[in-house]
């Protein structure tokens, strides 16, 4: 496959991961933005100020890793949390995709001081592993590059306190799908928390599930 066909194959992705993530409620109005990487040195990113509802292959914009425009349509920009993307691909050269998002019910938990750390259901563990939660940071400011580059060398989903969340991946898919489990797990922890405080895997279950998650989607 040519560059630029693996290029209009890539944007035409995350327009189907931001609409699928959209109409889940998880990227309300504007909020939110994806970003995948295309090569080494190349990252397509939504553009700042466009609904995930409406958003269209060719409105992507192509960035460097400095956050240099390369390419992009007259009269957009990248959106605001591109420092937030970058400083990701910099640290990790593992990961292909970037996705940030509003989730309500994970957001929750972090107002109500729960925590995901602990290891309670066994399919946060194999999917999320340990999910910390960022110092607070005003959203859509280069802020939450700092706040994130303190966790993401060995996380791959992080809560921003009283915001939203980051699930990077090797694939787009994966890390569309890491905030789909983290959604799913912090809304059943929030109606668990209804009733009683939920008991931690003991951890010869959390061992057993780290030695799965070792292997896990290979
Ligand atoms: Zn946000």
Redesign the pocket.
């Known amino acids: 496959m040519l560059p630029e066909d693996k290029a209009w194959v890539l944007r035409r992705e995350i327009v189907a991961a931001a609409r699928r993530l959209h109409e889940q409620g998880l990227l309300p109005g504007p ?2 933005n994806l970003s995948a990487r295309l090569d080494d040195e190349r990252v397509l990113v939504v553009p700042s100020g466009v609904p995930k509802a409406r958003l269209q292959p060719e409105e992507l914009l192509i960035v460097d890793l400095a956050g240099r425009v390369l390419a992009g349509m007259r009269g957009l920009k990248p959106t605001s ?1 591109l420092p937030m993307h970058l400083e990701v691909y910099r640290r990790r050269s593992d990961v292909a995709a970037v996705v ?1 998002a ?1 989730p309500a019910a994970a957001v929750a938990l972090t107002l109500a001081g729960i925590s995901l750390q602990e290891a309670v259901l066994p399919e946060a563990v194999l999917l999320l592993g340990e999910v910390p939660t960022t110092a607070y940071a005003t ?2 400011t280069p802020e939450n590059r700092g706040v994130v580059a303190a966790w993401i060398g060995q996380h791959d989903v992080i809560l ?1 306190a009283r ?2 969340a980051l699930t990077v991946g090797h694939t787009l898919n994966e890390a569309v799908a890491r905030m789909e489990v983290l959604e799913h797990t912090a809304q059943t922890l929030l109606w668990a928390h209804l009733v009683r405080r939920p008991e931690p895997l003991p951890p010869e279950a959390i061992e057993k599930l780290q030695r799965v998650r070792a292997t896990y989607g290979r």
């Open positions: 909020s939110g949390e940030h509003h959203p859509s921003l915001h939203g």
